[in-house]
C-alpha cells in the first residue's frame, strides 16, 4: 500500500489547453474525492465518488471540469479550456469509511 | 451553514516552547472536527480527530486538541515545539451530510531556534 498516487506532480500549461490529471487511491477505498487549493487558502471540496458513482458536484466544478472514476479504481479529472484561474494544487483523497482519509500529494497546476 | 475560522494566518514560537493554534467551528449540530498538517510538497497528515467522544483528543507528534461546544473552539496545542512541526496547520470540519470535508483558510507555524 503506497497511500494515494497522483499524476502528475507539476503541469504547466498554456491557457486555452486542456488538461487531465490522474488519481489512483488505496484500492481498497471505495470512496474518492477530489479538492482544490489555491494560494493561501485551505482546500476546497470539488466533487465525490462512491464506487464508480459521482454522488456529488460543487458548484465550483464550472461545465470545464469532467471527473470520472470508471470501474470505481482511479479517476481523472480534466479541465478543458484552461484559464489563469485555474491554477492551483489539485488534491485527491480517499477513504473506506467516513472519517479515514487519506490525501495524496496533489498536483500543480500552473496556467500560462 | 457550517464553516471553520482560524484565527491566526501565522504563528511563529521558539523551539521548546508551547504551540497554540486558535480554532473556532460554526455548526447547527454536534460536527466532527479534525486537523491536518501540511508540510511543503507533501500531501495533508491527519493529526488527530474529534468525534464526539472525550473532548480532550490526544494525536500524533504529541499535539492534542480540546473541543468547548461553549466557545465553539477547537484549538489545537503541544507542549513543546520542535522544528520539524513547523509545517502550515488546517482545522477541517466534516459536513454533516455526505462526506464533505470543509477546510479553515490554514496557520503557516513557524518554529525558531
Known amino acids: 500500500d503506497t497511500g494515494v498516487s497522483q499524476n502528475p506532480r507539476h503541469k504547466i500549461t498554456k491557457r486555452g489547453q486542456n488538461v487531465t490529471f490522474r488519481c489512483d487511491p488505496i484500492?481498497?477505498?471505495?470512496?474518492l474525492y477530489w479538492y482544490r487549493q489555491t494560494l493561501g487558502q485551505g482546500p476546497e471540496f470539488l466533487t465525490y465518488?462512491?464506487?464508480?458513482?459521482?454522488?456529488?458536484k460543487s458548484r465550483l466544478l464550472s461545465d470545464r471540469f469532467s471527473a470520472e472514476r470508471p470501474k470505481g479504481s482511479f479517476s481523472t479529472l480534466e479541465i478543458q479550456r484552461t484559464e489563469q484561474g485555474d491554477s492551483a494544487m489539485y488534491l485527491c483523497?480517499?477513504?473506506?469509511?467516513?472519517?479515514?482519509?487519506?490525501f495524496g500529494s496533489g498536483t500543480r497546476l500552473t496556467v500560462v | 451553514a457550517q464553516s471553520v475560522t482560524q484565527l491566526d494566518s501565522h504563528v511563529s514560537v521558539s523551539e521548546g516552547t508551547p504551540v497554540l493554534l486558535r480554532c473556532n467551528y460554526s455548526?447547527?449540530?454536534?460536527?466532527?472536527l479534525f486537523w491536518y498538517v501540511q508540510h511543503p510538497n507533501k500531501g495533508l497528515q491527519l493529526l488527530l480527530k474529534?468525534?464526539?467522544?472525550?473532548?480532550l483528543v490526544k494525536g500524533i507528534n504529541g499535539f492534542e486538541a480540546e473541543f468547548k461546544k461553549s466557545e465553539t473552539s477547537f484549538h489545537l496545542t503541544k507542549p513543546s515545539a520542535h522544528m520539524s512541526d513547523a509545517a502550515e496547520y488546517f482545522c477541517?470540519?466534516?459536513?454533516?451530510?455526505?462526506?464533505?470535508?470543509?477546510f479553515g483558510a490554514g496557520t503557516i507555524l513557524r518554529v525558531k531556534s
Open positions: 484500492s481498497e477505498h471505495n470512496r
Open positions: 474529534y468525534t464526539s467522544a472525550a473532548t
Open positions: 455548526s447547527s449540530y454536534s460536527p466532527s
Open positions: 465518488f462512491q464506487n464508480e458513482a459521482q454522488l456529488e
Open positions: 483523497a480517499s477513504s473506506t469509511r467516513p472519517y479515514g482519509y487519506t
Open positions: 477541517v470540519l466534516r459536513r454533516e451530510y455526505g462526506n464533505k470535508l470543509v
